[in-house]
């Protein structure tokens, strides 16, 4: 019966930490959306939107669904205490996602050198931003399939769009001269950058493993069984 009670106040007090998260990325995305549209007016804006449609469809190609594996196959080792298997999978799994997302870019970019596009410094700055976003997301799927939920979302869902804001109207604001979609696309690059490097510094921590030092004796890991 203790188990039973401790179990319902886990999952209430999880519940309750993840519905306040989600209920305040909400209001940060919508001051993203603000400063944004402020700053950068109608046309620019357009193009910036542009380019994150663009890159939020060319993440499809650049992850091939290797974030749910990560949470899936690491939530199950971890529970057998299979840490040397979670590593390797870990492992390859980032290594495919920064390899994938990378030819992505390159491929893409060097597409668009035979066309004629408005806002090819933007696009270039979002073909930067991919594989760091996709390096990013992956690492938060990492943690989440350690069962670290509130400090993946933390960081993905306040930190980061916090970050956004801040950085967007020093940039706008006090640099008058900054505004445009390539600005917004630079402050895009930072604050991923800084969340990613969060993410995995969290992971690390967390990981009983040394994740770049674990030996598998030379077997190899399944994906998935």
């Not at 519940?15 to 909400?26: L, T």
């Amino acid at each position: 019966m203790k188990d039973t009670d401790d179990l319902k106040v886990f999952i209430y007090k999880a519940a309750r930490g993840s519905a306040g998260i989600q209920v305040v990325s909400k209001l940060l995305a919508l001051g993203v959306g603000v400063v944004f549209a402020r700053a950068l007016g109608a046309e620019d804006y357009g193009v910036y939107a542009y380019s994150m449609a663009l890159m939020t469809f060319l993440m499809i190609f650049g992850e091939l669904g290797i974030p749910i594996i990560l949470m899936k196959e690491i939530s199950g080792r971890s529970s057998n205490s299979d840490w040397r298997g979670a590593t390797y999978i870990l492992r390859k799994g980032l290594a495919f996602v920064i390899l994938a997302s990378l030819g992505i870019s390159v491929i893409f970019g060097l597409s668009t050198l035979f066309f004629d596009i408005n806002g090819n410094y933007t696009l270039a700055l979002m073909l930067m931003l991919l594989p760091i976003t996709v390096l990013s997301k992956s690492l938060s799927y990492a943690l989440l399939g350690l069962h670290k939920n509130i400090l993946s979302q933390s960081v993905n869902l306040l930190l980061k769009p916090f970050l956004v804001i801040a950085l967007s109207l020093i940039a706008f604001f006090c640099f008058s001269n900054l505004r445009g979609p390539a600005t917004a696309m630079g402050v895009q690059i930072i604050a991923t950058t800084i969340a990613a490097a969060i993410l995995f510094f969290c992971l690390h921590n967390v990981w009983p493993e040394q994740i770049f030092t674990c030996h598998t004796n030379g077997k190899r890991t399944p994906w998935a069984k």
